[in-house]
C-alpha cells in the first residue's frame, strides 16, 4: 500500500511528512495568490518557501522517497504540490530537483 501499518513508528513518520506539505508547503502558497498582499510580503513568502524546498531537496538526495525506499501517499501530495508550485512561480534549483527525484509519480 501507500501508507505503512496503521499504530507502527512508520506511519507516524509518514504523519510527520504529510503534515509538512501541508502546512509548510501547500498552505504557505495562498498569500501568492492574493492580490491584497504587497510584493514584499510575497516575497517574504517566496523566501519561506525556498527554505522548505531547499530541506526536501537536501533530504531527497540521500534517499529515493520521503520515507526511505519506498513510495507513499506523501511523496504523491508532495508530487502534486510541487507541479503547482512550478506552475504558479518559475521554479528554482531546489524544486526542479525535488520534482526530477519524484519524476516517477508523472510516469506511472
Not at 25 to 30: A, D, G, I, T, V
Not at 41 to 51: A, F, M
Request: with cysteine; hydrophobic share 35%.
Amino acid at each position: 500500500g501507500l501508507a505503512p501499518a496503521n499504530g507502527s513508528i512508520e506511519r507516524y513518520r509518514l504523519q510527520e511528512w504529510l503534515n509538512f506539505i501541508s502546512t509548510e508547503l501547500h498552505k504557505q502558497f495562498s498569500p501568492l495568490f492574493n492580490p491584497q498582499f504587497p510584493d514584499s510580503v510575497k516575497d517574504l513568502q517566496k523566501q519561506r518557501l525556498q527554505s522548505r524546498f531547499d530541506y526536501l531537496a537536501e533530504t531527497l538526495s540521500r534517499q529515493d522517497y520521503l520515507m526511505g525506499a519506498r513510495f507513499t501517499v506523501a511523496d504523491a501530495y508532495l508530487f502534486t504540490v510541487l507541479t503547482s508550485a512550478r506552475m504558479s512561480e518559475p521554479a528554482d534549483s531546489s524544486t526542479n530537483s525535488c520534482t526530477r527525484k519524484l519524476g516517477v509519480v508523472a510516469s506511472t
